[in-house]
Every structure is written in C-alpha cells, then in structure tokens.
C-alpha cells in the first residue's frame, strides 16, 4: 500500500519533467516510475493469490473450550527479587 503514494509522486515528476524540464530527468524518473508500478501491482496481484490458494478460512470455524496445558516453568539461574529488596540491599551494602 505504501507503494501507491510514491507511484503517483514520481508519475507526477516524470510528467513534469517530460513537460517542463526534459532531458536527463525525465530519462531517469519515467522509467524507474514505471518499474516501480508494474512492481507493486504484480506483488499486490501475487500477494493476493498466495492468500487465496493457501486454503486458510477468513473466520474461525471451530474454537477449542479445552485450556491451555499448564507450562513448566525452567528454572533460569537468576535469584528472584523485586526492585524493592534490591534497593534495601544496596542500602544495607552502603
């Protein structure tokens, strides 16, 4: 989507270029204006048919009641303190 913006920006350089100004700017803008286009609607058109074809619903079908299976928690090494016992010990330490 953020393609279209700069599309139409440098469609509009290259028309006025084309108009108005000439020459090598024009020679640079009207191209990579047209390779940037032709980009975005083929990537627009190709995003869309990989979205269709990958079989995927738009809205849930069926919603598990079950929950979630409890996570074991590892243990990681750290000492568990709040930000609170670890300003009285640095007060203590002072």
């Given amino acids: 989507m953020w393609f279209y913006p700069l599309v139409a920006l440098l469609v509009i350089l290259g028309l006025a270029g084309g108009i108005l ?19 975005s609607i083929v990537y627009a ?35 568990r303190t709040s930000p609170e016992a670890l300003a009285d010990a640095r007060r203590e330490r002072q």
């Fill in 45 to 79: 058109l190709w995003g869309r048919a990989l979205q269709g074809a990958g079989g995927g619903g738009t809205h849930a079908t069926h919603v598990d009641e079950r929950p979630l299976p409890p996570r074991r928690r590892r243990p990681s090494g750290r000492a």
């Fill in 21 to 39: 100004l000439g020459g090598i700017f024009t020679m640079i803008l009207v191209p990579v204006a047209l390779i940037v286009l032709v980009s």
